[in-house]
Nanobody, 126 residues
Framework: QVHLVESGGGLVQAGGSLRLSCAVS????????MAWFRQAPGKEREFAAS????????YYADSVKGRFTISRDIPNNTVYLQMNRLKPEDTAVYYC???????????????????WGQGTQVTVSS
């Protein structure tokens, strides 16, 4: 079984930083494209960042580009999302997702991903 467990969320002031972690079990990171999505109250789940199986291809939503960085630790099978210069509009539940290695859907599409974590709350105060 594949399990994804997020951690690192919390309450932070605008301009601050947080680092989210996604611990993956049951599947090697080199076998999956990984992504972070977020969902604010009353809104649809939206793509934030992704990293390919090879680790060579990184993608970011325009709204987070230049402020967020996705990375991974292969030995620990963990994916990270470093979030800097946080804004109140970044407030959301953040989800980690993994696919089965290949999908015709784009990396920004939630339907591409087969496995999801339970989410971690990030709240940015103004």
């Amino acid at each position: 079984q594949v399990h994804l467990v997020e951690s690192g969320g919390g309450l932070v002031q605008a301009g601050g930083s947080l680092r989210l972690s996604c611990a993956v079990s049951g599947r090697a990171l080199s076998s999956s494209n990984m992504a972070w999505f977020r969902q604010a109250p009353g809104k649809e789940r939206e793509f934030a960042a992704s990293i390919s199986r090879s680790g060579e291809n990184l993608y970011y939503a325009d709204s987070v580009k230049g402020r967020f960085t996705i990375s991974r630790d292969i030995p620990n099978n963990t994916v990270y999302l470093q979030m800097n210069r946080l804004k109140p509009e970044d407030t959301a539940v953040y989800y980690c997702a993994a696919d089965n290695g290949y999908s015709p859907r784009t990396v920004t599409t939630p339907g591409r991903y087969d496995y999801w974590g339970q989410g971690t709350q990030v709240t940015v105060s103004s």
